[in-house]
């Protein structure tokens, strides 16, 4: 009769008492190369100094005032235009009204809320 043998696969680690660190992993060949990690508190290298020459400033009264974009969110154009929010998703994706994405959401420039009424102006007779 023989005892049985060992795997050479991998043990399950066991739990770690709350406090403790785990123990570290075996390194686990893959077939490729290592990543090289820099170590903690090094400095990441800085990129070479640009060959351009530095943009020479130009005095104020020259500079154009810089334009201020307000944007607003579905919820704001919805309450102004006193519509629902499905009826400013239809326009913004039909493109009758100009928006831009932000992550998952749209914002709508202030300016294009009030050309879209402008231009949406009906006279009845």
């Not at 570290?24 to 020459?53: C, D, K, L």
């Not at 831009?100 to 202030?110: A, C």
């Amino acid at each position: 009769m023989s005892l049985p043998q060992r795997s050479t696969a991998a043990t399950l680690a066991r739990p770690v008492a709350y406090g403790q660190r785990p123990a570290p992993r075996p390194a686990m060949h893959s077939g490729y190369p290592a990543a090289r990690v820099a170590p903690t508190g090094a400095r990441p290298q800085q990129a070479p100094p640009m060959a351009q020459r530095p943009v020479a400033q130009r005095p104020a009264a020259e500079r154009p005032a810089p334009r201020a974009v307000s944007f607003l969110t579905v919820a704001e154009v919805a309450a102004i235009m006193r519509v629902s929010k499905m009826t400013v998703y239809r326009l913004v994706h039909g493109g009758e009204l100009s928006a831009v994405r932000v992550g998952r959401s749209f914002r709508v420039p202030e300016t294009a809320v009030r050309e879209y009424l402008s231009e949406a102006r009906t006279d009845v007779a």
